[in-house]
């Protein structure tokens, strides 16, 4: 078992990383970059070489391509012996874009006939370059202040500011707490290794998509802390995510007695991530309350009332369209004065979250009923039923200790599939609800062109996917010993 494992691993890792490079070399070769500034406000106040120059500088930093501008070019020709060639020295200009037309740039001109060279990454380059800086690990030389060159350098155990436990602290890394713990999923939590995905653009211009899905959202929460300097306060500042800046204020210094003052914030309301988490966990917990009991007595009482009933009740559900649904249990939610959109009454109100996780809810409980019953029947004509009635076992027994196990292992495989993807929203049941979560991200990054949220979503999507295949695989070995799912049946 161990080496299926193992291998199993490896699969889904050449997979992920399959389908991620697909998807990167659709967006960066078939999709015009041009489509990135559609939604871009600062690009629509420019026009001529400013907005040329605007557009490569950013196309640069989503990784399209090399964009050397004429002083860099230059520069990085000539060294200290640059400023004729940047004044506009014809040979030396000459002479600077041959250099960088044999390392393989093209060499344009602006409207004003100013030149500069680019390099347009081929589509293996772009994988390349997006695993090579996809793992970021943390490391006491990562920062390189000029106003401090003999910065001391080291690893040291402290506290938790929030609740006194051990943390890992590091001096010359880009986070200070390294590692620490809480009260608060999962527990144990880290700043060593992070995945960059790049940054957010158009919208949340700047900030790292990862910091997008996670942050909090809503207003700032500010809470008590005492902060390094003894300072007691109200302050909204996380303290276990600082980073390094190289310029602190006067207020960074009446808090921190060093520069580790580039904080994030706590907000009123949850992370979109977990907004959609919220909602998928209730709804899925609500859905196997209802639809295991239900499917089980539909199969247990087979053509009578209760069956008929329920298969009327499926058969509703699975023909009605899921929109028409949702819109029409939204109508019936306002009757009972309940909020039509999230929004209305926000995340501390029960009452936004009754009628989405309801919803939700009741479009999972068909498929359930439907494939228990189908099971608990199918199970219920097999050789060991026939012979457990002939040994006098009640039907009630035969169905709850003998048939529910065996029909219950197909279900039990999709658990982890049903928990896990709650991360991923519900797209048309938040989007009628105006519901700030992970449903709509995704269609509304590829909306507005932004590249790296994409590959950020496909990334995780993708992984937790493959991820609970396997373990939904692995849990079924748990509920019934007999299943091996290894060729040979063991190691």
Same mark, same amino acid.
């Given at each position: 078992?161990?080496?299926?494992?193992?291998?199993?691993?490896?699969?889904?890792?050449?997979?992920?990383?399959?389908?991620?490079?697909?998807?990167?070399?659709?967006?960066?070769?078939?999709?015009?970059?041009?489509?990135?500034?559609?939604?871009?406000?600062?690009?629509?106040?420019?026009?001529?070489?400013?907005?040329?120059?605007?557009?490569?500088?950013?196309?640069?930093?989503?990784?399209?391509?090399?964009?050397?501008?004429?002083?860099?070019?230059?520069?990085?020709?000539?060294?200290?012996?640059?400023?004729?060639?940047?004044?506009?020295?014809?040979?030396?200009?000459?002479?600077?874009?041959?250099?960088?037309?044999?390392?393989?740039?093209?060499?344009?001109?602006?409207?004003?006939?100013?030149?500069?060279?680019?390099?347009?990454?081929?589509?293996?380059?772009?994988?390349?370059?997006?695993?090579?800086?996809?793992?970021?690990?943390?490391?006491?030389?990562?920062?390189?202040?000029?106003?401090?060159?003999?910065?001391?350098?080291?690893?040291?155990?402290?506290?938790?500011?929030?609740?006194?436990?051990?943390?890992?602290?590091?001096?010359?890394?880009?986070?200070?707490?390294?590692?620490?713990?809480?009260?608060?999923?999962?527990?144990?939590?880290?700043?060593?290794?992070?995945?960059?995905?790049?940054?957010?653009?158009?919208?949340?211009?700047?900030?790292?998509?990862?910091?997008?899905?996670?942050?909090?959202?809503?207003?700032?929460?500010?809470?008590?802390?005492?902060?390094?300097?003894?300072?007691?306060?109200?302050?909204?500042?996380?303290?276990?995510?600082?980073?390094?800046?190289?310029?602190?204020?006067?207020?960074?210094?009446?808090?921190?007695?060093?520069?580790?003052?580039?904080?994030?914030?706590?907000?009123?309301?949850?992370?979109?991530?977990?907004?959609?988490?919220?909602?998928?966990?209730?709804?899925?917990?609500?859905?196997?309350?209802?639809?295991?009991?239900?499917?089980?007595?539909?199969?247990?009482?087979?053509?009578?009332?209760?069956?008929?009933?329920?298969?009327?009740?499926?058969?509703?559900?699975?023909? @009605?369209?899921? !929109?028409? +649904? #949702? =819109?029409?249990?939204? %109508? /019936?939610?306002?009757?009972?004065?309940l909020p039509d959109k999230f929004p209305q009454l926000g995340f501390n109100d029960i009452r936004s979250y009754i009628m989405p996780v309801l919803i939700l809810a009741l479009l999972q409980t068909p498929s359930l009923m439907m494939w228990l019953r189908r099971y608990m029947i199918?199970?219920?004509?097999?050789?060991?039923?026939?012979?457990?009635?002939?040994?006098?076992?009640?039907?009630?027994?035969?169905?709850?200790?003998?048939?529910?196990?065996?029909?219950?292992?197909?279900?039990?495989?999709?658990?982890?599939?049903?928990?896990?993807?709650?991360?991923?929203?519900?797209?048309?049941?938040?989007?009628?609800?105006?519901?700030?979560?992970?449903?709509?991200?995704?269609?509304?990054?590829?909306?507005?062109?932004?590249?790296?949220? @994409?590959?950020? !979503?496909? +990334? #995780? =999507?993708?992984?937790? %996917? /493959?991820?609970?295949?396997?373990?939904?695989?692995?849990?079924?070995?748990?509920?019934?010993?007999?299943?091996?799912?290894?060729?040979?049946?063991?190691?």
């Amino acid at each position: 078992m161990r080496n299926y494992i193992l291998k199993r691993i490896l699969k889904s890792i050449v997979s992920i990383f399959a389908v991620v490079s697909i998807i990167i070399v659709m967006i960066y070769t078939m999709i015009p970059s041009e489509k990135v500034f559609d939604n871009d406000a600062g690009a629509k106040k420019m026009k001529g070489d400013q907005l040329t120059t605007y557009k490569l500088k950013k196309l640069e930093e989503l990784g399209y391509h090399d964009y050397v501008s004429k002083i860099d070019m230059c520069t990085a020709t000539f060294g200290d012996g640059a400023q004729s060639c940047i004044d506009g020295d014809e040979a030396m200009l000459k002479e600077a874009s041959d250099a960088f037309a044999a390392k393989g740039f093209e060499i344009l001109t602006l409207k004003s006939g100013e030149p500069y060279a680019l390099h347009t990454f081929k589509w293996y380059e772009l994988i390349a370059r997006f695993y090579k800086r996809l793992l970021v690990i943390d490391n006491k030389n990562a920062i390189q202040d000029s106003e401090d060159p003999n910065m001391e350098r080291k690893y040291y155990w402290g506290k938790n500011p929030e609740n006194g436990s051990p943390a890992l602290l590091c001096q010359g890394c880009t986070y200070k707490y390294q590692m620490w713990f809480d009260g608060s999923f999962p527990f144990i939590h880290q700043n060593k290794f992070k995945l960059d995905f790049g940054t957010s653009f158009p919208t949340n211009s700047g900030i790292p998509t990862m910091q997008v899905i996670t942050d909090g959202q809503g207003p700032t929460k500010k809470i008590n802390q005492t902060f390094e300097t003894g300072l007691n306060e109200e302050s909204a500042l996380i303290q276990t995510s600082c980073q390094y800046k190289v310029q602190v204020d006067h207020l960074d210094a009446k808090r921190f007695t060093d520069k580790y003052a580039n904080c994030r914030s706590y907000h009123e309301s949850p992370s979109m991530v977990n907004t959609s988490y919220i909602l998928g966990l209730i709804a899925l917990v609500i859905a196997y309350v209802m639809g295991l009991p239900l499917g089980m007595a539909m199969a247990a009482h087979k053509d009578k009332l209760l069956d008929k009933v329920g298969i009327a009740y499926i058969n509703l559900l699975i023909a @009605v369209p899921s !929109l028409a +649904f #949702i =819109f029409f249990m939204r %109508s /019936i939610g306002t009757l009972f004065n309940l909020p039509d959109k999230f929004p209305q009454l926000g995340f501390n109100d029960i009452r936004s979250y009754i009628m989405p996780v309801l919803i939700l809810a009741l479009l999972q409980t068909p498929s359930l009923m439907m494939w228990l019953r189908r099971y608990m029947i199918d199970q219920s004509n097999a050789d060991y039923v026939k012979f457990a009635r002939a040994k006098g076992l009640s039907q009630n027994e035969i169905f709850r200790k003998h048939i529910l196990r065996n029909a219950i292992i197909p279900i039990v495989n999709g658990i982890p599939a049903s928990i896990i993807l709650c991360i991923s929203g519900a797209l048309i049941t938040e989007s009628a609800f105006a519901v700030p979560g992970m449903g709509k991200m995704l269609p509304d990054a590829i909306k507005q062109a932004n590249n790296n949220m @994409v590959i950020t !979503l496909v +990334f #995780i =999507f993708t992984s937790l %996917s /493959i991820l609970s295949v396997l373990i939904g695989d692995l849990l079924m070995t748990v509920v019934d010993p007999r299943i091996s799912l290894t060729e040979k049946g063991g190691e």
